[in-house]
């Protein structure tokens, strides 16, 4: 694949792939269908608004991650959200409105931001957030969620085809309530049959620890998943948020071994997208946060490089979402040789925070 490899154009190509075999059972499922062709318009004509933006040395990513609430209904072992204390059981404060999120919805489409990962906390805990995404059919939205509280979105995700519900599994039953709690793993399948049965779009998150690599690319994981109808596939590399977990975090050797078992995965099932972070950033020539690829804003409003990397010096609620991309941390962090270090235990910013935090003080 070589350092060559495009993140936006695998997705449009994947697209493509789920389109055309959707086209096949277009009186079975014809609102993916429509939906998908209409959005594939909308990727291209979102890549020339970045495009004009590149010629002017302006440079906006394909995609954004908002964190749109700090609650959770879970206690996940080794959250980096909560361990980075943005996310909590505390009644939400100073958290951004639905109509700031609209705002910025709107901004990042004007912007050519397509992809808007909604995520937390647990991002179904905000409906009246996810309301105002369905009005923006021009951006998908993978909505990285727990997967407990998806009966109340059922008919909304069928009547809106561009928010996409990504389901955490980590593996088996054994290995997904043992991280996630008891009985969410069945809670999961159950989810994931009827949206096959009802003919929605989802995708699966697994985070990757040198615990459960072994079982999460081996075929019994993976065609169990197809055959659940998923159509999307995170693989995200654990990130150890606490010294005491390092461990969990892949070796050199594991990560390269994870990166060749996906490029083939990726032959072997063209109807399914299966993305790596950030493994794809590797292929990709270096850590894509802080706007080169992506970037992220917090539940009050923070302009973050990445989730892994919660330092801030600008807030889209005092500024547009464009000055944000464009703030002295971003723009250092874009210019320094940082992103392009090499990183152990699977992100770069997260292994160089005290480099980080020095750039926030302005050192």
């Not at 080794?78 to 705002?103: F, K, M």
């Not at 991002?123 to 969620?145: G, M, N, Q, S, W």
């Not at 594991?254 to 995965?265: K, V």
Request: glycine content about 6%.
């Amino acid at each position: 694949m070589g350092n060559d490899f495009d993140i936006q154009e695998y997705l449009a190509n994947g697209a493509e792939n789920i389109i055309k075999n959707a086209i096949s059972a277009t009186l079975k499922n014809p609102k993916e269908t429509l939906f998908l062709a209409k959005f594939m318009k909308n990727s291209r004509k979102a890549s020339k608004i970045r495009k004009q933006y590149a010629k002017k040395d302006i440079n906006i990513p394909a995609f954004l991650i908002a964190s749109i609430t700090s609650r959770c209904n879970l206690h996940c072992a080794g959250c980096y959200s909560r361990a980075n204390d943005n996310c909590s059981d505390d009644a939400a404060y100073n958290q951004l409105s639905d109509e700031d999120w609209e705002d910025i919805f709107k901004q990042s489409r004007d912007l050519g931001i397509n992809f808007i990962v909604l995520a937390g906390g647990e991002p179904l805990i905000r409906k009246d957030v996810i309301l105002k995404a369905c009005d923006y059919p021009e951006i998908l939205f993978p909505v990285f969620t727990n997967g407990t509280m998806l009966d109340e979105y059922y008919d909304l995700i069928d009547v809106n085809r561009n928010i996409i519900p990504i389901v955490s599994i980590e593996g088996d039953e054994t290995l997904t309530d043992s991280r996630r709690g008891n009985g969410v793993y069945n809670q999961l399948i159950e989810s994931m049959n009827h949206m096959k049965d009802n003919n929605l779009i989802f995708g699966a998150s697994i985070t990757i620890t040198n615990e459960n690599i072994s079982y999460a690319l081996c075929d019994e994981f993976i065609t169990n998943l197809y055959g659940l109808g998923c159509k999307v596939l995170f693989f995200i590399e654990y990130v150890p948020v606490d010294v005491n977990v390092k461990n969990l975090a892949l070796s050199d050797e594991q990560r390269d071994y994870l990166l060749d078992e996906i490029i083939d995965l990726r032959k072997r099932y063209s109807e399914m997208l299966f993305m790596s972070f950030p493994g794809d950033e590797k292929e990709s020539g270096g850590c894509l946060a802080a706007g080169r690829g992506f970037f992220h804003i917090n539940s009050h409003g923070g302009a973050e490089p990445c989730p892994a990397s919660p330092y801030s010096d600008i807030n889209v609620k005092e500024t547009s979402v464009l000055e944000a991309l464009e703030s002295d941390l971003f723009t250092t962090l874009r210019s320094s040789e940082l992103l392009m270090s090499h990183q152990e235990g699977g992100c770069v910013l997260f292994e160089h925070e005290k480099e980080v935090q020095k750039l926030l003080r302005n050192d």
